[in-house]
């Protein structure tokens, strides 16, 4: 079985400054790796994913992933925040060569402040 | 295009009431997915629809909770009777097969008081 860790409930962060949201995962089989963004009120958007190919995987809003299979890792960074990165962000593993199935972390809410 | 509708957003209830929630997912989607998010965690599948039929429900609690996806479309999931451990945020999602991408809703947040 698959689970995932999500070593920070909350992440703090001044505006224009890197972040980094760490994301571990177990899995005795090959996994997809998913990072989901909740903003305040709204439904879970999927930010970027890993499938196979590139470990480094780029979402259109300036976050990246790298995908290390020897730690079993799947951090999210950013180099420069912005108050609109408020959100909850949720990383998510399923068995490899499904999208169903997914298994969630617990969340780290990130808080950009001026 | 639309994305996942659910209906309603916000739900209160006393226990031992049913409580019903709906989910229309995204036109041409064939899987349909139920998940609960208990305050300060991540979702959790309920159940998993391909189609009309029910293919994965291991997660659901049968005694109380139930599940029916009609002509393969929307969606409605009912606790009956509710207990005050259900309170959380119902999330619907769909995608075009369990090999792609899932979509989800705004979810519904129960409150059983």
């Known amino acids: 079985a698959q689970s995932v860790t999500q070593l920070d409930s909350q992440v703090p962060v001044f505006e224009e400054a890197p972040v980094e949201l760490r994301c571990n995962y177990s899995?005795?089989?090959?996994?997809?790796l998913f990072w989901y963004v909740q903003y305040p009120n709204q439904g879970l958007q999927l930010l970027l994913k890993?499938?196979?190919?590139?470990?480094l995987v780029e979402s259109i809003n300036g976050f990246e992933a790298e995908f290390n299979k020897s730690q079993t890792s799947f951090h999210l960074r950013k180099p420069s925040v912005h108050i609109s990165d408020t959100a909850e962000y949720f990383c998510?593993?399923?068995?490899?060569?499904?999208?169903?199935?997914?298994?969630f972390g617990k969340g780290t809410k990130l808080s950009v402040k001026p | 295009e639309a994305g996942v509708v659910q209906s309603p957003r916000y739900k209160i209830i006393e226990k031992k009431q049913p409580v019903a929630f709906w989910c229309n997912p995204i036109?041409?989607?064939?899987?349909l997915y139920w998940y609960r998010q208990n305050l300060g965690q991540g979702p959790e599948l309920l159940i998993r629809?391909?189609?009309?039929?029910?293919?994965?429900d291991s997660q659901l609690p049968k005694d109380r909770f139930s599940a029916e996806r009609l002509k393969g479309v929307d969606s409605t999931l009912k606790i009956q009777p509710a207990e005050l451990g259900d309170s959380a945020v119902y999330l619907c999602?769909?995608?075009?097969?369990?090999?792609?991408?899932?979509?989800f809703g705004p979810g519904t947040r129960l409150t059983v008081l």
């Open positions: 629809y391909e189609n009309e039929e029910a293919v994965d």
């Open positions: 036109s041409g989607h064939n899987t």
């Open positions: 999602a769909s995608s075009s097969g369990r090999l792609d991408t899932q979509y």
């Open positions: 890993y499938l196979s190919g590139s470990t």
């Open positions: 899995s005795s089989v090959s996994v997809y």
């Open positions: 998510a593993v399923s068995k490899g060569g499904s999208q169903g199935n997914l298994i």
